[in-house]
């Protein structure tokens, strides 16, 4: 058994399901169902004793010690966040919770499993954290894509709790012995990605005739990547990593979030024209720019191609196709994760940024 942490969310659901489906084993899913976890994604697995689901946070040190006693994971994938930059400007102190704190709580609950395993179990034990291409900062046009050299340089706080929380899992492998393993990802997208980001927000918002919202001049930069993709590269580092490495994970698929806007809007007046026959681009609007907006991410992935020879599968083309579609064929997915919460912060983001 592998014990998934934040296996309610939008990455999460996506590795759990393909995780289950390629024949990985059980899975212990431990999440708190914040607004942005969603049983709902995992019906597929309900009644499956593959699933086991446990609703609670990474925080809670009693709790994360009896699951771990109890069923002695070969491995921890450590999904859980407060994964919203807008939301960590409005109100970071969940981040801190969550991202710093909480990973540190857990961490110290896995340190004193792992310690108490012995031979085969002991070695072949890994603490795999989920992390953000976000922690490195921004790039201005002409600099080269990140690697796993580049300085950290968070610039929200969503990225310096990520950033803080990778540091832990850092020291963890030096000081303790724990053997980690840290994916830093860029900007992923696909089926379950909650509709307070860029690209389902776009669908979501296109589909019901509300204004397409973009941030400042729409020419910041973000490398995109198909959820599965994401999925494959962290099984992929799971079985091959080395302990105590970092692998960067991208599509080689850098857009300005205009193009993706575009795109959506292109893609729509094809699957699902509207009423009136004209394009879901004339309901582009430019609002106010997110706070110390960064400019510019791009993920130099040669690395884990090289060592481990992950590659991903879509393009951005058929990635954003298929999610579209995903997104036309679950309006009643939407439908339900609109919840009263949900409404409140579009209220709330949305009237400061007009
Ligand atoms: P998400 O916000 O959709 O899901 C987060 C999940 O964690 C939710 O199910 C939530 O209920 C759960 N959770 C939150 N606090 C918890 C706590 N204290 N204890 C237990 N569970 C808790 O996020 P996501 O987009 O799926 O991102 C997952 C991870 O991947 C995060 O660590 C994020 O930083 C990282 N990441 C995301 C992206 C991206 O583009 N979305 C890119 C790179 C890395
Ligand atoms: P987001 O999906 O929030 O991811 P991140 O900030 O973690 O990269 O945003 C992606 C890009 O889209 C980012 O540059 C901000 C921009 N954006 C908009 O222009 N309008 C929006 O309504 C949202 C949510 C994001």
């Known amino acids: ?198 690209i389902p927000l776009m669908i979501v918002n296109a589909l019901a005739g509300k204004p397409l919202p973009v941030y400042g001049d729409g020419q910041q930069i973000r490398d995109w990547l198909y959820v599965g993709d994401h999925c494959s590269a962290i099984r992929r580092v799971l079985q091959a990593g080395r302990v105590g490495e970092v692998y960067n994970v991208g599509g080689w698929n850098e857009k300005p979030n205009i193009e993706i806007v575009q795109t959506i809007c292109g893609l729509l007046d094809q699957l699902q024209p509207r009423a009136d026959g004209a394009s879901y681009a004339g309901q582009i609007t430019y609002v106010k720019d997110r706070p110390g907006h960064d400019r510019r991410y791009a993920i130099d992935a040669r690395k884990i191609e090289r060592e481990l020879g992950w590659k991903p599968q879509e393009t951005f083309d058929t990635g954003i196709r298929k999610t579209v579609q995903w997104y036309l064929a679950h309006g009643d997915w939407v439908q339900r994760v609109q919840s009263g919460a949900y409404r409140e912060w579009i209220a709330t983001q949305y009237a400061q940024a007009a």
């Open 1 to 198: 058994m592998i014990l998934v942490s934040g296996g309610a969310g939008f990455i999460g659901s996506n590795f759990v399901l393909d995780w289950i489906a390629a024949g990985g084993g059980p899975v212990l899913n431990l999440d708190k169902l914040t607004y942005a976890g969603n049983l709902e994604n995992l019906r597929s697995l309900q009644g499956d004793a593959r699933h086991v689901f446990v609703q609670g946070d990474i925080g809670d040190q009693k709790l994360v010690g009896e699951l771990l006693a109890r069923h002695q994971p070969r491995a921890v994938v450590n999904f859980a966040a407060e994964s919203h930059v807008d939301r960590s400007i409005h109100a970071p102190g969940t981040f801190i919770e969550t991202n710093v704190v909480g990973t540190f709580r857990l961490l110290e609950e896995v340190r004193a499993y792992w310690s108490g395993l012995e031979g085969a179990a002991k070695q072949d034990f890994r603490f795999l954290h989920v992390s953000t291409d976000e922690v490195y900062g921004s790039l201005s046009a002409a600099d080269p894509a990140f690697t796993e050299q580049n300085k950290y340089e968070p610039n929200s706080p969503y990225s310096a709790s990520k950033a803080a929380s990778d540091h832990l899992v850092r020291a963890y492998h030096h000081t303790y012995g724990l053997p980690v393993l840290t994916t830093n990802c860029s900007n992923n997208y696909g089926p379950y990605h909650f509709p307070e980001k860029l």
